[in-house]
């Protein structure tokens, strides 16, 4: 599947605010929002103006997109699933994002960032439910277990990453063992659990036209 390879701080700065996709960098100084929160290029300072409409709508779904690391095509079908669900379409499109393996690797602690837990499961380092498992879109359920492969639990970025988000805690609707090697989705996401502030709604009205 596709990714973005470019600069990611710039990204940050186009919707001005964190999307956390450096780790352990956007907790720092060093962070392009703390240092230079203006749109990047030649004419960013100008983009500040007020959006309204259609403009609004698109900077929240570029938001979720860079977010979870995904690119329209992508992020299109993951719309169109939740649409055809029964339910509030919005939050279900937030869920289906939520319970990707990738994101829950991040969300458990086993990576500082999104990209670098994509990275981690492209490897082949966790099992699913006790079998290997490397593709980073794969959607999680309820009860399924996410834990570090034997060979890599002295993996050295895994290790840096346990440490490093220590104290920042794991969702609600996870759960993580004493060892720190082993995730279970506990329960689907709520909307309040899940930490993103955007206004999915403007999404949904976005594809709707």
């Not at 290029?41 to 103006?49: E, T």
């Not at 993580?176 to 999404?203: C, F, H, M, W, Y």
């Amino acid at each position: 599947m596709a990714r973005y390879i470019g600069p990611v701080c710039r990204l940050c700065r186009r919707e001005g605010m964190k999307l956390f996709l450096k780790g352990e960098r956007c907790y720092t100084e060093k962070c392009a929002i703390e240092k230079r929160n203006v749109p990047p290029g030649q004419h960013g300072r100008a983009r500040k103006a007020k959006m309204v409409g259609y403009g609004v709508q698109l900077r929240e779904k570029q938001k979720v997109k860079r977010t979870y690391g995904v690119l329209e095509n992508q992020f299109r079908r993951y719309f169109e699933a939740a649409d055809r669900q029964k339910g509030i379409t919005g939050v279900l499109l937030l869920q289906s994002l939520e319970r990707r393996l990738d994101n829950v690797a991040y969300r458990v602690g086993f990576a500082t960032s999104r990209a670098q837990a994509r990275q981690l499961v492209r490897h082949g380092h966790f099992l699913v439910n006790g079998k290997k498992v490397d593709i980073p879109s794969y959607a999680m359920r309820q009860g399924d277990t996410i834990a570090v492969r034997p060979g890599s639990v002295e993996n050295a970025t895994i290790a840096h990453a346990r440490e490093e988000v220590k104290g920042r805690g794991v969702p609600q609707w996870l759960e993580l063992d004493s060892t720190g090697l082993v995730g279970k989705v506990a329960q689907l996401p709520t909307r309040e659990q899940i930490n993103l502030p955007v206004q999915e709604q403007l999404i949904v009205e976005l594809y709707s036209k």
